[in-house]
């Protein structure tokens, strides 16, 4: 069964304290991995996508990383404005819709 | 603003009541999906359109859902005889895609919040 996994389900950092997310998934034949941010009460973000094995994406103090099994999402010296809901999400092939699979997301939270 | 829109941004009903919520995905985005999501949970599938065709529907998808897309641009899903189990926040998502096999990424509405009461 197509599967994604996100850990932990909730993060607490203090402000500057780097940390990572990760996202494992299980689903034939992965045609590319989304990362989505969430605030309370909005719509997904979009954040990164990533395609094959050993790709890495930056953004600000995020990086992106994909391996065979799972992604890392790279939280460096985070901010209180980085709180929020992290997604995963990777697309079904089997009827070529491209429909999304989310994992149950990863609540952040960052502390001055 | 160029990004997706969707309206209302919230919706009170009490229970049986028809619902209709809007989303204006785009404009040069050819798929239009929409997804429900319940609290502490990721967005679940409900449907997509590729221009104006309805291509597939999730089991999540009872008969008093209904989506339509006229003329390949605004969305619209319906919610008939509405039940408190229908509470939810309902996202609405644009793409671009050229190339077979290739998945472009989802850019998300701000959602429509659905209290049925």
């Known amino acids: 069964e197509d599967q994604v996994t996100q850990s932990p389900e909730a993060l607490r950092l203090q402000e500057g304290e780097s940390s990572s997310l990760n996202c494992s998934y299980t689903v034939s034949g992965l045609r590319g991995l989304f990362w989505y941010r969430q605030d309370p009460g909005k719509g997904p973000e979009f954040l990164f996508t990533l395609y094959s094995a050993g790709e890495e994406k930056e953004k600000e103090r995020l990086k992106a990383t994909l391996t065979k099994k799972e992604s890392f999402l790279h939280i460096t010296a985070p901010k209180p404005e980085d709180s929020a809901t992290y997604l995963c999400?990777?697309?079904?092939?089997?009827?070529?819709?491209?429909?999304?699979?989310f994992g149950q997301g990863t609540e952040l939270s960052v502390k001055p | 603003d160029t990004g997706v829109s969707q309206n209302p941004r919230h919706k009170i009903t009490k229970r049986g009541q028809n619902v209709t919520f809007r989303c204006d995905p785009i404009s040069e985005h050819n798929r239009l999906y929409w997804y429900r999501q319940t609290l502490g949970q990721g967005p679940e599938f409900l449907t997509y359109?590729?221009?104006?065709?309805?291509?597939?529907k999730s089991r999540l998808l009872s008969d008093r859902f209904s989506a339509e897309r006229p003329k390949g641009s605004f969305s619209t899903l319906e919610i008939q005889r509405t039940e408190q189990g229908d509470s939810a926040m309902y996202l609405c998502?644009?793409?671009?895609?050229?190339?077979?096999?290739?998945?472009?990424?989802?850019?998300f509405g701000p959602g429509t919040r659905l209290t049925v009461l």
């Open positions: 359109f590729q221009n104006e065709a309805q291509l597939e």
């Open positions: 999400a990777v697309p079904l092939i089997y009827n070529q819709g491209g429909k999304l699979i």
């Open positions: 998502a644009s793409s671009l895609v050229k190339l077979r096999g290739l998945y472009n990424e989802q850019f």
